[in-house]
């Protein structure tokens, strides 16, 4: 039983939640397992959400001022548990109904969803607060659906009703020892009279007072036992204001560390191959693409590291720019290296540039693990005596066994961060190049000031031409229609693609499933056709036949898994069908949508997706619960997304939006983007605000040494301790 003591004299906030009455061993590591270690930790312990007991009202008051009640949402009735049946319906539906008496009259409880599951939470007898929208049902006041949970004797109007209470978020284990919602609010409730004196304020006073941010102390009560609905708000703003900013101080920080701590490479000069370049590009650069070169120039000009995440959409241009910032590094006398996420794209990359250094003095090589071990040795030693200018390869490249001679700048192209990790092996190989990360695909401006928010930005935002790509979304039973449609425009002499879904968790069975539809097409659909395969599976050097077989025209059906999905470039390739293009997720959508529209050609994408998923929704619907949308109806709305538009920054928004910021990265980056009161997608504005003041305050005050910064200081490296420079910051 937790009564609101403590086990020893002496403990503060920062002591082990074990020193807490009632929590033992197996409390405390079921806590620990959702985050909970110190006192301090149930303080930023955030509900789940919230019920409004404010008013609580009698069976009896409310039938004698019923209209006047009809015009408020809800209200909160406590009573005890005096009945519990399954009723039927005219319409043959089961109806649970639990009868609740509160001293004054009755009140039923329906529901009509998991009937069995509600009807074992109750007992005759229990004293229950329940919360819902009152109307009338068979004569009765009824609540359909109530918010409800169970009241203890003693408590039943202190903490948990009479005002807004927090509902916290459960773990089975939690639960199972006893760890309710209830318990929880008892504890944190207990914690908060007793200790909230020792929190000390984290956010400068001037911060404060300009955002008209609440106290922390007032932030942290509230967010648990809110007075009002407005202090809940405020509370909550405060709480996210927070949280992003101390996130933003780390970036600024860490931004400060690698200007000023760290000595990179001068570039002395735009030397005479990106003239000899310029001068052989068959087109102009957009205006965008030249900002963003001169952006790059300036840092690569000073003699700070560059640190710079290059974004634009999927056609954009970014490899033009990657490959005129390699040339300046060259110029200049340096090695620079280009590192692509799979060996497919290396050597897609190594093709286009090859393609296009063909009568320029520089040296180009691809290093992949497909490469044979005397090849591989030939090149490496060239890399090392620095013959080697241009390098491309995948993450493997500045590991292990790669001696650079003299390496200027590192080219990364991916989705994913280019972690503190890789800088450090580089830095500690003698190297501490300048450094490019493009992003394959837009990421949404929030996420990318988070994920990204240490590094300098330049952003493509103007397409070298308008693609012109029509998009249907098509039932599987009309994928005849697609391939008569293909083979009519395959005859005009276009190319096409069709992709099949290849996921991590079913890969054996997704590529067995590739290769048989691959064996169909060609023999029994388009028989008339060349078709080729390729897959991740494949060895290097059939892979890269079949790319050129296909580039060449000698191909003209690809079937492909995802693994074409980023980089590729064949203008003739007019035609996209995708296959179970409900498993994809929107930016691979967009990825691979972006392999068409590449040339003058007006161009078609097909999204086929089963037929299952194109019938209307059954009446049951009504019955659903609105957060339970189906898998099958989120698939739509993804395809109905990518059908109507091309814009890649639109696309990761709603990306963003539908899938939360971890699983749109993927699980490395989530230290990065969890946070416990903000969301990343929804709190834009305070996000802005708070990286603002934050590398406003880095500037001002690198190491927070001021005196009025002392709170936020302790604050801070209380929590990143770990990832600055410690020693010239304390
Ligand atoms: P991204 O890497 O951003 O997806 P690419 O660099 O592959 O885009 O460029 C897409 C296509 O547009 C390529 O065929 C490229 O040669 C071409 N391209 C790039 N810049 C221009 C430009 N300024 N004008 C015309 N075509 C361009
Ligand atoms: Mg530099």
Redesign the pocket.
Known sequence: MIDGSVKKASITLESDIRYLKGIGGKRSAALRDVGVEKLIDLLYYAPAKYIDRSMVVSVAKLRKNWWEFQRINAVTFIGRVVDKKILVSSGGRQILEIVIDDGTGRLSCTWFNKIEYFKRQFEIGDLVAVFGKPSVFRGRINIVHPEFDFLTEADSVNIHTGRIVPVYPLTSKLKSLGLNTLKLRELINFVIDNYIDYVEETLPEKILAKYGLVPLKFAIRSIHFPETHEGLQLALKRLKFEEMFLLQLLLARKHYELKHFEKGISFKKIGELVHGFSRIL?????EA?RRVVREIWNDMKSDKPMNRLLQ???????????LISMLIAVDNGYQAAFMAPTEILAEQHYA?FLNFLDSLPVKVRLLIGSLKSKEKKEILSEIENGEAQIIIGTHALIQERVNFKNLGLVVIDEQHRFGVMQRAMLIGKGYNPDVLI?T?TPIPRTLALTVYGDLDVSI?DEM??KRKVKTEIVPDTERERVYEFLRSKVREGHQAYIVYPLIEESEKLDLESAIENYVRLKNEVFPEFNLGLVHGRMPGTERQEVMLAFKEGKIQILIATTVIE??I?I?NATIMVIESAERFGLSQLHQLR?RIG?GEKQSYCFLIAKSSLFRKSSDDALFEFEDEATEESKAMERLKIIASTMDGFKIAEKDLELRGPGEFFGTKQSGFIKFKFADIAADKEILEIARQEAFELIKQDPNLSKPEHAGLKKEFLKRYSDEVNLAKIS
């Open positions: 068959p087109f102009k650069l957009t693409q634009g959409d999927v056609g954009s241009g970014k490899t033009i720019v990657a286009t493009m394959a493509i070298p031409r980023v980089g470039d203008p972006g590449r």
